[in-house]
């Protein structure tokens, strides 16, 4: 019975860690696509990184963290890092610069 309790708890851990790498890998995703979609001369207008700095980063860090690190890795926590700088800095910004408008 004592030996039971460590292997539904490494299942647990297992599963945890899946729906962490799952919603990581959908993040970053997002991210990449979203800065994929948009046209490359408003990234300097809003004074960030260039288009192909942004796609590399976020391409680099999507298949890094699928490939070696997983989710709680050093390379996946950067992927999420940089993923939610892109959402959260520059895609307001690069929404303002359109007024607003468009499918994202």
């Known amino acids: 019975m004592a030996t039971s309790a460590p292997i539904f708890y490494l299942d647990v851990v297992r599963g945890i860690n899946l729906v962490i790498l799952i919603l990581s ?4 995703a997002v991210a990449l696509v979203h800065c994929i979609t948009q046209r490359g001369d408003g990234f300097p207008a809003i004074g960030t ?3 192909g700095a942004w796609v590399a980063i976020l391409a680099v860090c999507l298949v890094l963290t699928y490939l070696i690190s997983g989710p709680i890795g050093i390379f996946g926590l950067i992927g999420i890092a940089a993923a939610l700088i892109y959402l959260l800095d520059v895609r307001p910004g690069l ?3 359109s007024d607003g408008k468009g499918f994202w």
């Open 25 to 28: 890998l959908i993040v970053q």
């Open 49 to 51: 990184l260039p288009k």
């Open 95 to 97: 929404r303002d610069l």
